[in-house]
């Protein structure tokens, strides 16, 4: 993806996400419909088209429900995978064994949370890890822009947090995560 697409598909993440409800109601045919599913559904569609429908209803649901059972917002996921992996499960890195929807490295994180490689390549289980990452580093550094800086670095520590500011200014992406809590 191109920077000017990967702007425009974060703010429409942004004006997506923040225009709909976030309580369900029912159709005509008795049919519980969740907006907020559908506009998350809407963004990873505009993130990458050539995905499966299905696979898209599913991970917009996975992710609404992620996000509200470990307290991670929707766009801060959303756009870890979109530029993580374009939300391919199958994406890997070859240098790093980075693994998946997140791109996690499994030699960190599988031993602590009880995966292995192969395992990461099941969307829903990479996805909840992301998100258990997230929430980890959440409690352990605080601040958004301390967990989202050492969401990014090699291993997280707390000298990565000296090189923040220098990162944060050569990082476009990691600003625009910054940006849109603080």
Not at 80 to 94: C, G, Q, R
Request: glycine share 4%; hydrophobic share 35%; with cysteine.
């Amino acid at each position: 993806m191109n920077k000017k697409k990967i702007v425009y598909c974060l703010l429409c993440s942004v004006v997506l996400l923040c225009s709909c409800p976030s309580s369900p109601h029912e159709n005509e045919e008795g049919l519980l419909l969740n907006s907020e599913i559908k506009s998350v559904g809407q963004v990873i569609r505009k993130m990458n088209s050539g995905l499966n429908e299905m696979y898209v209803d599913s991970l917009a649901s996975e992710i609404v429900d992620l996000s509200s059972q470990y307290d991670i917002p929707k766009d801060i996921i959303i756009t870890i995978v979109a530029h993580e992996s374009s939300f391919d499960p199958f994406a890997t890195n070859p240098r790093s064994n980075a693994t998946g929807l997140g791109q996690i490295i499994p030699k960190w994180w599988g031993e602590k949370y009880n995966f292995t490689k192969e395992d990461l390549f099941n969307w829903k289980i990479n996805l909840e890890m992301t998100v258990k990452i997230l929430k980890e580093l959440r409690s352990n550094y605080g601040h958004r822009s301390n967990w989202i800086v050492n969401y990014y670095s090699r291993k997280p520590s707390v000298q990565r947090l000296r090189y923040y500011n220098e990162w944060k200014r050569k990082n476009r992406y990691v600003r625009y995560l910054l940006v849109q809590g603080d």
